[in-house]
């Protein structure tokens, strides 16, 4: 994605409709804005979309989160579910990261496909 329509996003929300479930994140494009991912959130935040992410971390995490990583086809490579502080996690071939406060709610699966994307 270019820098301009990165910008363009910066902050939108976004709903990512799956076969089985819809979800609405905040998109987080900066490096800045990334890396801090849900550090300083509360645990009812709403999730979050890392633009251009294979790799994160959750020092300083208060609390663990879900995490899915999704290619550029839309399709989730990868899911770890209430990973705790101080760990570090990469997906080769992951465009993008969804992060989540860890919850026993639904949670999408690898293999799912995003089928449909709407920006509010």
Known sequence: MRPKRQ?????KLINLV?????LSARIL???FE???GLIGASRDALPVLLLECSDIHTHLMAFPIDIAFINSEGEVMSVCLSLHCGARIRCEGAIAVLERPASKSGWVVPGEQIVRQTLQ
């Open 29 to 31: 494009v900066s490096f």
């Open 34 to 36: 990334r890396t801090k």
């Open 18 to 22: 799956f076969k089985e479930n819809v």
């Open 7 to 11: 910008s363009a996003l910066k902050g």
